[in-house]
């Protein structure tokens, strides 16, 4: 069985920082591309950021690029977002997804979902 489990949201005021880690369990990680996306109430799911199974490789959406960061650790099977400089734009709820395939920014093409963790940001 496959579980991928986010953890690290939570309330934060703007400008300030988070880390999500998203554990995973049932799946070869390290051949798996990794991502991020989130989701605000009313809005679809959109991609946040991605990074390759060897981690020497990450994409970014424009509205978190240099605030957000992805890295992952192949020896724990777990994938990381180190975000900084929040805004309450950045309020949603924030899933890990893994991905067999080439790389993608598009949420159908990824094989495993994690339930989710919420991240408020307050003005």
């Known amino acids: 069985q496959v579980l991928l489990v986010e953890s690290g949201g939570g309330l934060v005021q703007a400008g300030g920082s988070l880390r999500l880690s998203c554990a995973t369990s049932?799946?070869?990680?390290?051949?798996?591309?990794m991502g991020w996306f989130r989701q605000a109430p009313g809005k679809e799911r959109e991609f946040v950021a991605r990074?390759?199974?060897?981690?020497?490789?990450?994409y970014y959406s424009d509205s978190v690029k240099g605030r957000f960061t992805i890295s992952r650790d192949n020896a724990k099977n777990t994938v990381y977002l180190q975000m900084n400089t929040l805004t309450p734009e950045d309020t949603a709820v924030y899933y890990c997804?893994?991905?067999?395939?080439?790389?993608?920014?598009?949420?159908?093409?990824?094989?495993?979902w994690g339930q989710g963790t919420q991240v408020t940001v307050s003005s």
């Open positions: 049932g799946l070869t990680f390290s051949r798996y591309r």
């Open positions: 997804a893994a991905r067999s395939g080439l790389g993608s920014n598009v949420a159908s093409q990824y094989d495993y």
């Open positions: 990074i390759h199974w060897s981690g020497g490789i990450t």
